[in-house]
């Protein structure tokens, strides 16, 4: 006999981790007003969150930052040392720049850096003490 109750503590967990994700775009399309809705969502999770929608989150949310003709993000990796400790951090880093565009925002480095940083302490299998001492070197970024 199969109970509800049996499985209650994972789905709750599942609950806390992806609730309020989007729902897939209309036809496998992303629109402007859905990579907000994406973006405001992904970029309070950590880099490896909720693994059912991420990978399809961030290849959505990528692919029309890339080929939105109202969003250019430029990043200079020289300036970003964390980086060359944890890559995976690219990719929130396009989408914290291309978010702040989309709300007609001018590009602020300390303050996407600190975002970065948040989502950083987010990423439980990236966040340790090496990563944290690049967040470090990094934190006067101009």
Avoid at 63 to 90: C, G, H, M
Wanted: aromatic letters at 12%; glycine letters at 4%.
């Amino acid at each position: 006999m199969f109970l509800f109750s049996s499985i209650s503590p994972w789905w709750c967990f599942a609950c806390m981790v992806c609730g309020g994700a989007p729902d897939w775009p209309e036809d496998g399309v992303a629109t402007k007003d859905w990579v907000i809705e994406a973006l405001e969502w992904r970029l309070d999770r950590g880099v490896e969150d909720c693994e059912d929608y991420m990978p399809a989150i961030d290849a959505w949310t990528l692919e029309w930052i890339a080929n939105s003709a109202e969003v250019r993000v430029e990043i200079d990796t020289d300036k970003w040392p964390v980086f060359t400790y944890e890559p995976l951090l690219q990719g929130p880093l396009i989408q914290i720049i291309a978010l702040e565009s989309l709300h007609g925002k001018a590009f602020n480095a300390n303050k996407a850096f600190r975002k970065l940083k948040k989502v950083a302490r987010k990423s439980d299998g990236i966040w340790n003490d090496a990563l944290k001492q690049k967040f470090q070197e990094t934190k006067d970024i101009e």
